[in-house]
């Protein structure tokens, strides 16, 4: 199901139990609104962090969402220690008081979720991809033993190829002091500049 573009999407009131795809642009609060779904799986539908798969691009995203994801689970260990919520942003406050009413609001949960927070499972595409291919890799008939290369590796290893093979090439000491003062890095981000152009190109 795809959200009306003209609403705006609430997290506490979306349904958990229905695929959705939601639209959005940068800093429209899609991270925000993800940490506080899972709050949402581990108190209203008792489903534990290690059963959470959240998958996002780049392995700085990954890690920052991880951290977050955490250091809410600390804010509202603490704010369940004081026995208030005035710590917590306005709707988190009112879903934390919902909870309460319903009797949803559990230490044992948020201890659950702290003592297993090791195995949640915040990663890059890539990463879960390589993660399957590893844990199945009798029953996907694959390989064994590869890796899933970054482009960033990939580039690298191009770069350094090409440059051992010139130096290998020449014998002007020129030459040679201008390859080795271009540098891997500018060769790389040659390279980048290469690949973003048009397959018809001609340079």
């Known amino acids: 199901m795809q959200n009306n573009p003209t609403e705006n999407f609430v997290w506490q009131e979306t349904p958990l139990k229905q695929n959705m795809l939601i639209e959005a642009s940068a800093g429209t609060g899609k991270t925000y609104s993800l940490i506080h779904i899972i709050l949402r799986l581990l108190f209203e539908e008792d489903i534990e962090i290690h ?3 959240v998958v996002t691009f780049t392995v700085a ?3 920052e969402l991880k951290a977050r994801i955490r250091q809410k689970l600390l804010s509202l260990t603490e704010a369940m220690k004081k026995g208030s919520f005035d710590g917590l942003s306005g709707d988190l ?4 008081k919902e909870w309460q009413e319903k009797g949803l609001w559990k230490k044992s949960v948020l201890d659950k979720a702290l003592e297993d927070f090791d195995q949640c499972q915040v990663s890059t595409i ?3 991809c390589q993660k399957m291919l590893t844990e199945n890799e009798f029953t996907a008939s694959q390989g064994y033993g590869y890796e899933i290369g970054s482009d960033d590796e ?6 350094e190829d ?7 090439r020449t014998t002007d000491p020129g030459e040679i002091a201008a390859l080795m003062r271009f540098g891997v890095s500018s ?3 040659l ?3 290469l690949q973003m152009l048009p397959s018809d190109s001609c340079i």
């Open 187 to 189: 060769w790389k981000s």
């Open 154 to 159: 990939i580039s690298t290893r191009l770069c």
């Open 61 to 63: 995203a990954a890690a």
């Open 126 to 128: 890539h990463g879960f």
């Open 162 to 168: 090409f440059l051992r093979e010139q130096l290998a």
């Open 93 to 96: 406050q009112e879903k934390c």
């Open 51 to 53: 059963r959470i798969l």
């Open 191 to 193: 390279l980048t500049k």
